[in-house]
């Protein structure tokens, strides 16, 4: 009995003097919380459309529909079918169909948010993939939206990126505004390098807009700035603006589809972000 004793008070011991001796058990370190792809420094993003939903959100977009030529003589109609504009993999895609609607030869779909999304200032921008082909005019652009008062040019228009598809190495930054308009549009032009074509990938267009400065980027590269004194007319972009997107068929400038064009073409958007300057 004094020996069966003596053995369990060993190995009571014996257990006690391993569970002091064990290594604690390590606290589990939370894993960090990731960075949002939107956060750009020295900025405050203040709306967003990342695309992320089934349908597009109309509280953000109204569809402009007609075949009026749209001031450029294009070639399309414009429709609100989801054929020509829909949500797919978080990606806004506005598609051109040759199909004949109210009298036209081809559909697309231009989104605008007018009403509904307006700024002033700001850094506005897209990550977009433009289509390549003949007779093709995608853009990403701006109105002023005193539009209804005072008629264009006199309300201003900035274009942030407009694309000729016949050349996919080039995007295009203008300004329209009163006296320099249309053809006479005061902006330049950005080539990728090496033959890169616009439409191989998607890229990021900016403007950065002050009160007497914009600035055009294509993927954090700038490669314009105007101020009032670069303009033969009245500086109008002291007011607030409305956005577009848009894929036109067509027009003055682009030309009319020939032997070469193909259908269906597709832009496609990824998101559109408005962002504060801090400490504005």
Not at 30 to 35: E, H, K, L, N, V
Not at 190 to 202: S, V
Not at 239 to 263: K, Q, R, S
Request: proline share 7%.
């Amino acid at each position: 009995m004094i020996r069966k004793t003596i053995l369990l008070i060993t190995l009571l011991l014996l257990a006690a003097c391993s569970a002091a001796t064990a290594a604690p058990t390590p606290t589990a370190t939370p894993a960090p919380t990731p960075t949002p792809a939107w956060v750009r420094e020295g900025w405050n993003l203040v709306w967003q459309d990342e695309f992320d939903g089934p349908e597009i959100d109309l509280a953000n977009w109204t569809h402009e529909v007609g075949g009026h030529g749209w001031g450029n003589g294009e070639a399309q109609y414009y429709s609100d079918d989801p054929k020509n504009s829909y949500i797919e993999d978080g990606v806004l895609v506005i598609q051109a169909l040759k199909e004949n609607v109210s009298g036209k030869l081809y559909t697309s779909a231009r989104l605008s948010s007018q009403g509904k999304v307006e700024v002033q200032y700001g850094r506005i921008e897209a990550r977009i993939q433009i289509p390549v082909g003949q007779s093709l005019w995608p853009a990403f652009w701006m109105l002023g939206t005193n539009i209804d008062e005072v008629g264009w040019p006199f309300c201003g228009e900035i274009d942030i990126m407009e694309n000729i598809g016949s050349e996919p190495s080039l995007i295009h930054g203008t300004v329209h505004g009163p006296r320099y308009s249309g053809g006479d549009g005061v902006g330049t032009s950005r080539r990728l390098p090496g033959g890169a074509r616009y439409t191989d990938n998607f890229h990021v267009f900016a403007i950065e807009w002050e009160e007497d400065e914009i600035r055009w980027y294509v993927d954090d590269q700038m490669y314009q700035k105007l101020t009032p004194t670069a303009v033969p007319g009245e500086w109008v972009y002291n007011h607030e603006f409305y956005i577009i997107l848009n894929l036109a068929v067509g027009g003055e400038w682009p030309g009319y589809p020939d032997g070469t064009a193909t259908f269906p073409q597709t832009m496609k958007i990824d998101y559109v972000r408005i962002y504060e300057k801090e400490g504005v």
